[in-house]
């Protein structure tokens, strides 16, 4: 069945720099556009970017753009999340989540913990 | 950015009773809407899509209705799995964005 496998998450000190990977398995990986999404601790869900399934498109939201990069290697069925200049507030479980053909998220990753702290 | 309001944000109800969370857009989002359900400690789970199409594997006893702006999950006859966090989310738009969360407690 469809897997996605979230790692490179870990404690990092403010202003410092961190990256995701989300590994997929037993679907096309090509075929379908990716979304990342997070949680902070006790609080609710917040949509963070998505790449088109060729990485020609690409949108954030307004708390990391500029921040973070979204990307994907097709060769390697992985999607990748390039956080910089991280903040206090961007502690959270970082989920990716694969867009099905109806537009929503089908298949979401176990998330892997990011926190921002000195 | 659309806004997505739920309520009530705490819903304490029984096994068996029907239960129904509401979700408002700041605008309308035709039926681009899907409702998620997440445990503690793990992903969400889809289980609405376009508003009110049921996703594969999903319960019957899951419905969802609504276009526009106003829309609603209900739960016909609640069971013990079902207690859980649910939320809505719409998809009409960049940047997506997710209601607050509707939390199902036991009574």
């Known amino acids: 069945q469809v897997q996605l496998v979230e790692s490179g998450g870990g404690v990092v000190q403010p202003g410092r720099s961190l990256r995701l990977s989300c590994a997929a398995s037993e679907f096309t990986f090509s075929n379908y556009a990716m979304h990342w999404v997070r949680q902070a601790p006790g609080k609710g869900l917040e949509w963070v970017a998505v790449?088109?399934?060729?990485?020609?498109?690409?949108y954030y939201a307004d708390a990391v753009k500029g921040r973070y990069t979204i990307s994907r290697d097709n060769s390697k069925n992985t999607l990748y999340l390039q956080m910089n200049s991280l903040r206090p507030e961007d502690t959270a479980v970082y989920y990716c989540?694969?867009?099905?053909?109806?537009?929503?998220?089908?298949?979401w990753g176990q998330g892997t913990l990011v926190t921002v702290s000195s | 950015d659309i806004q997505m309001t739920q309520s009530p944000s705490t819903l304490s109800a029984s096994v068996g009773d029907r239960v129904t969370i509401t979700c408002r857009a700041s605008?309308?989002?035709?039926?681009?809407l899907a409702w998620y359900q997440q445990k503690a400690g793990k992903a969400p789970k889809l289980l609405i899509y376009?508003?009110?199409s049921l996703e594969s594997g999903v319960p019957s006893r899951f419905s969802g209705s609504g276009s526009g702006t106003e829309f609603t999950l209900t739960i016909s006859s609640l069971q013990p799995d079902d207690f859980a966090t649910y939320y809505c989310?719409?998809?009409?738009?960049?940047?997506?964005?997710f209601g607050q969360g509707t939390k199902v407690e036991i009574k």
């Open positions: 376009k508003a009110s």
């Open positions: 989540a694969r867009r099905n053909y109806s537009g929503c998220l089908d298949y």
């Open positions: 989310q719409q998809y009409n738009s960049y940047p997506w964005t």
């Open positions: 605008q309308s989002i035709s039926s681009w």
């Open positions: 790449i088109s399934y060729d990485g020609s498109t690409i």
